[in-house]
């Protein structure tokens, strides 16, 4: 599946340490997993984690994974790391990045312990330091994937509210998500912590998809479908999409760079939006078929 076209609305966090909930997470129909070992993870059960995500890492069909690992400098941080080299996941997701050298350090890890070139690293931005130096992250390394906001830990350290409207993130996920599309990098934006809270929910992912965000990270479950409803292209948008290809595309043939569809100027720019948004379609396609058959 293209990386670019790759799904991502929906990416739900998975407790290492329950080997249960790693197994129900074959059944649900999230885009993407981060098998966690770090938050979600006691200290007592951080070995037995990293043992359980990496033999359940490539059990997901065709949905994205990604392995949280924890910092380097505890003391799981570099064995986490080594392990999810040999394990099948697409990528590594690294806690608390603040400086393009956190990105080298487990560059160089992975390096050393022969991971898969389509492996990749993927960056936490939870920090006000993270934030400020998130252009120098996103050029890092080629290995580079994507960012994940993690408004939870930015929050405490901004000292600012986690309101509604989350209007004191709002210049932080701007950078992120302009650091992210300079450099081709997938973004994703952070969790809603109140599960009672659906509308709040709701709220949250149409401001995501407004800022620009790919899909939206969750903590249980029963937040997938309303994620995927809002992060994902409807049957009238990829329509207007597949109208506006063809109607182009007649108009090159014609020798003209420009057409008018139902009242509106289409461009080059216009098509090449809507050719990702039915690319994203028919990669969406894909992954229900194969939970389908999972």
Known sequence: MAATARPRRSVLYMPGSNVRA??????????GLILDLEDAVAPDAK???????????????????????NGLATPWGQADVVAACASQADGILIPKVESADMVRQVEAIMAANNAPDSMKIWCMIETPLGVLHVEDIAKASP?????????????????CLHT????PFIAA????VMAARAYGLAILDGVHLDLSDDE???????QGRELGFDGKTLIHPKTIAAANAAFGPTEKEVAWAQTIIAAHAAAEQDGKGVVVVDGKLIENLHVVTARQLVAEAEAIKVLEADLATA
């Open 47 to 69: 070995v037995e984690a990293r043992s359980n995500v990496v033999a359940a890492a490539g059990s997901y069909g065709q949905r994205e994974v990604l392995i949280r690992v």
């Open 173 to 176: 996920f701007n950078l992120c």
């Open 143 to 159: 290995r580079l994937g994507g960012f994940v906001m993690g408004t939870s830990d930015l929050a405490k350290d901004m000292r």
């Open 22 to 31: 790693l197994e129900k997470a074959r059944s649900l129909a999230a885009d």
């Open 164 to 167: 509604t409207l989350r209007l």
């Open 200 to 206: 709040g929910f709701v709220a949250s992912c149409t």
